[in-house]
């Protein structure tokens, strides 16, 4: 059949990076709609964990990561803080913001591509469970801030994914040695994610007039 | 006790139908929000396999239809595609449409007291399992297109598959042999649907105008 | 290591109780939205058993309250319908109300505590059980009626769960009966939640006018 990298210790610290990055995104979110310092936490925490979460949920992967190892929602939770109080900072750091939030797009969907391929789960799963992971947790944030989510409107997120998850799950026939297979997968996922920031790449839209029935 | 007629293999066809039924509408909802391929790909699988990830997941029954069964999902996606192409032709074919949604919610309806009637759940749990497999698909649509969900709005919907669910799993004390029956119950619940949007059906409405708290 | 007090039996009569309450002033929000009878019940039930259902996922705690008693399906639905006959009177109630849903509050709050503490989970995932059990069953409602969701914007709620989850399962270092346990504890958390609302505590908000990324 086919075969996966393990996952690299290295992983294990760009998830910590990637979390607080999504809850700090998260987190100005919340500000834009004034919600007050628990709700911030809240939608931090939700956002960060939450992709992960829906993922375990569906393939039935117990217990959780964030009930196995509470720290990740501390993690968040003082992402989320950090963020209130840096406000100003954060925002001018924009640049940085999205290049983290990139990482954790990239690290994320790495990580759902393990547990999938843990529990045996197909090919077609394991790039699904990839995109879950690394694109949920924003869905959700955009749910409870009322909105549709950007996911479906906008730039090269899932795709990213996909292309990501495609690639780490068959090195495309290459078969590099686990390391350097690891590594390429991050930076081939970063470049794409950058670029399609850069240079605006976008998916064709539908755009339907027709009434609603 | 009371029994189930066993899954019909014409059910397991009519399923697909289904899946690409409610995909196609999800698809129209999403052009209608101006959303990417990608966006109108994601939201119609999610239409369409919802209901019963939503079931299962509830019941705890694992793994879920799409994860064993993958071609689902793929099924889902090529029907959101096919429509982005005939948007136009889709649109005109607005009463076919209306006649697959319905075959939809009658069979993922009879689909999901199957499942809960395999997990020994009680009777008010088989006809609850059934209707949020035909329905919880077309609630979470509406949520990712911040709309209030039009199943608690209008038209009998929920109350189709209520009723289809109630006669599935009793055949009224009927008890005719299990193709009659599952005929039987596709029939009604088709006829109820159809009847309900020919002559605009509606549950009376609860109008309340107190402020907020 | 800790220990919590066992589940009292007035705790079962009132979790009956906030069960319907919560059902109540989701049906309220409903009629606000001119939802129709189906839809009513629908909101009603996932408003008042979504926050344990949510908590049972993620802890895969199976079966389900509801499933395994469906009698709770069947006290929402009812509260609810008893919602639309009597909304005037209903709305007359207010304080009444207001009182019932800080009882739902705490109670739910320690039965989410209590489930986390059977399945042998961490401190902190005990008071998030807690949290969880408490608030989310409004955050789905808020998400149904398409607004962001109060818990994150308003009042002291989700603090007041996350108080009365530390007391309840540390007793702050107290160790009284179990009896006196569960009392005081229902005691701190409705007497903090209703101060709450006397006074209009509220959490400092969060505002950002960044624009949009």
Sequence with gaps: MWTMPPTDSVLHVLSFIAVAAQSMTAALAAGRRKMDWAGVCMLGAITALGGGTIRDVLLGHYPLLWVAHPIYL???GVAALVTILLARLVHRLNVAFLVLDAIGLVVFTMAGCDVAWQVDA??????VSGMIT?????????????????????????????VTGLFYATAFGLEPNPQLWTLLTFALGLSLRLLAIRYKWEMPKFVFNGEER
Tied chains: 1, 2, 3.
């Design 74 to 76: 501390a993690i968040a």
């Design 122 to 127: 197909s090919l077609p799963i394991v790039i």
């Design 134 to 162: 690394g694109c949920a947790g924003g869905v959700l944030r955009d749910i409870l801030c009322n909105e549709v989510p950007l996911l479906f409107r906008s730039e090269l997120y899932a795709s990213v994914s996909v």
